[in-house]
């Protein structure tokens, strides 16, 4: 059996920060942890124009959700994720999804 | 068509009950409209979710709704009834019944009315939250004219552009993201926009609903191949994805506007055939525009004209193409006129009322609890209670705009009035979500001075806030969405919320106004509680709010008069009250030359005047004082002065900042992190300096309506206010022509310093 794994999209993800707290409720964790992490990161183009991206990454607390998507329902951050731009899957349909994106990761949290 | 006709009560698992409903302030902080999932198990709250058939959202959901366990049951949640027992300010409160909090009401307003007249109470509302319709109801059952956003200058968000919208094209309009149509996106009557100018409006900050839009439609439109054109003076999210970024100076986006209408028509790039038909003073915007040569627009908005000239022709010629705009226009020192002036943009390039377009908004199904315009205001209570509420009302004599537009009296002359005394005096202020004191007021010391002074003060809150301990008398506990019944139909769908929990004596908003209402004047209250008030109101859907609340949203079938479809609705005849084709306006055509503002004495045509300090309009004060301060920027996490005390929100957001360019803060010897003064000539406040290439080198972004409520709350302190509240570098009494707009907080000068230990 394949393993699962999340995707991102990382044109659209806006840095929304409704994934971190998507997770928080989920799993109940406090403050100072999370099973998802967003970063953002800078970089300057050679035109000197400003390239800014944002990143959820999915930490040592993540479980990928799995009470969820035992019962059918997504990671509860994929789900909320507001500008719908991570997926869950297995990994070859996570893999063939991001041939047909110019920005994309892949993460197996488990 | 409307949701599935089913119960909202999906089947209980593990004694956990699930219920969908409309989600709203208070809790999430926002304008409403996202549909939501709520658990509860044994009375408690569970979880928040997004509803995945809710055809706002599709189930995705903020960070703000998402934290809401911790909002609900947060230990300082205000829950009961309190009286102030010391000296205002001193921050001694004593716990009582709603019987003698009503009680307490009712004596002092009474009172009040009987030696000063109803209108000497005014009835102050902030943002966000369904109080809006609440607090008109209780004004005007007490008989005061005097409902207002108590403290923004200028009135300077939403209704400048409400205004503008209505005098110019009859209605409002915003982009159109197929909200009307179930189906959304997928609906074939609905095309993605080509282009979409994203004016003054950070994704990033207002990520979710605000009335007829919500901000990650953006994103759903760039996936179906909408190009951005974004105008921000700050390199966010959405500018570094933009086709392309004018990066303007504050304030100035009345000139931009204008460049890109001179550029649209000297070139010939307009709509022919919609600007002959449908209309009106198109010569004279010719000549109007003249007096904007791009030579000067690239001085005044220090935008490169060549980026002006693309953006211009990138826009007129991408149809279907449609404009998003926020707060800072309405904050424009002549804010309608800017306004105006992107009414006319999408006017003359045949993008209004067209798929993919601006598109017209109406309330759905024509549902009014929180009435915006003077239509509705008119709708709910009659010409002539409003023509006599209008001769009293605040601001009324002086801004005929302001007289005729929405009912609201003017903040500005509101404060004026409370200090002088003339023409009547003022003698309490009814607060109802506003915190005025750490937020919504410029110069808030001036505020404070004020009303401390008045006889009686009444806070309606959730938390203690810095405005509750400064000056109320009698603080009420509100009830967030899922501790209370309310109808959201500032936008589409109309969603019922309801009562699914109890936390302690909160109450709602609605209910707390209403039973006040019926103490202070029976006879504007016919109905026997909050929810028969709901169920007339919603009679034009054809349900009650019992029925509403287990669809719970409903959507106006297509061809509805409220709904945008057909579209060209000017052309059959579908938008005027006489029938005949054409818009909602004086001349049946949108009005480049406004025949309203003519009346009322305002310049017809649309143009830019600089703010109160520039570098153009006070030469001398930009030598001093060398950099333009933006507040008011929105963030994601929290809203407005809500959530500094939840704490995964305050995780994400820890501190009161201020953002400044890596370049400008070096020679100033400051590190990211460091304490700041940031220095106006009416004062000084503290910040923490964040470094981000993001800024603009003269410009620096401090955020808005920071109080710390881990500190005292007791005077002087308030909760930190006097060292964080940037507001107190911006002074009130600047309104524009019109009245609306002009409240400048994105445009008032200043220098940084770092702070010596």
Known sequence: ?110 | MQSKDESQLLPIVDDVQVFKMGAWSPGPGCHGGCGVKVFVKDGKLLKVEGDEDHPYHHGRLCPRALALTQYIDHPDRLRYPQKRVGERGEGKWQRISWDEAYDTCEQRLRKIRDEFGAESIIFGQGTGRDSGGPIIFLAYAYGSPNWTLFGLSGIACFTPRLAAMHQVEGDATFPDAGQFFPLRYNDPEWVAPKVLISWARNLSGSQCTDHYFSGHWVVDMMKRGTKLIVIDPVNSWEASRAELWLQIRPGTDGALALGMLNVIINEGLYDKEFVEKWTYGFDQLKARVQEYPLDLVEQITWVPKEKIIKAARMYATAKPAAIRFGQPLDSNAEAVATIHALACLWSITGNLDVPGGNVIARPPYGVTLYPYSTQEVIQLYGQEFVDKMNEKRIGTDRYPLVKNFRSWALSDMVLEQMETGKPYPIKGLWCQTNNFMANTAQDPRRHYEAVRKLEFNVVVDTFLTPTAQAIADIVLPAATFPEKDSVFSTGVPVNAIYKVLTVDECKSDWEINFELAKRLNPGAVPWKDVRALFTQRLEVTGQTFEELCKKPWAMAPKGHPSGTVPYRRHEKGLLRPDKQPGFRTPTGKVELYSTMFEKYKLDPMPFHKEPIESPISTPEIWEKYPLIMITGRRNGVMFHSEHRQIPWLREINPDPTVEIHPDTAKPLGIEDGNWVWIEGVRGRVKRKAKLTRTMHPRMVHALHGWWLPETDGKAPNFYGIWDLNVNQLIPMGHPSSSGFGGAFTKTMLCRIAKIKD
Do not use: W
Request: hydrophobic letters at 30%.
């Open chain 1, 1 to 110: 059996m394949s393993r699962n794994g999340l995707m991102i999209d990382y044109d659209y993800c806006t840095g929304c920060h409704s994934c971190e707290i998507a997770c928080k409720q989920e799993h109940g964790y406090p403050v100072g942890r999370g099973g998802i992490h967003l970063s953002e990161i800078m970089t300057e183009l050679p035109d000197k124009t400003l390239r800014i991206d944002y990143i959820p990454f999915p930490t040592a607390y993540c479980d990928l959700c799995s009470a969820r998507t035992a019962k059918g329902e997504l990671p509860s951050c994929v789900k909320h994720c507001q500008a719908a731009t991570m997926y869950y899957g297995t990994l070859p349909e996570l893999a063939e999804q991001m041939e047909k994106k110019p920005h994309s990761v892949l993460f197996t949290p488990r």
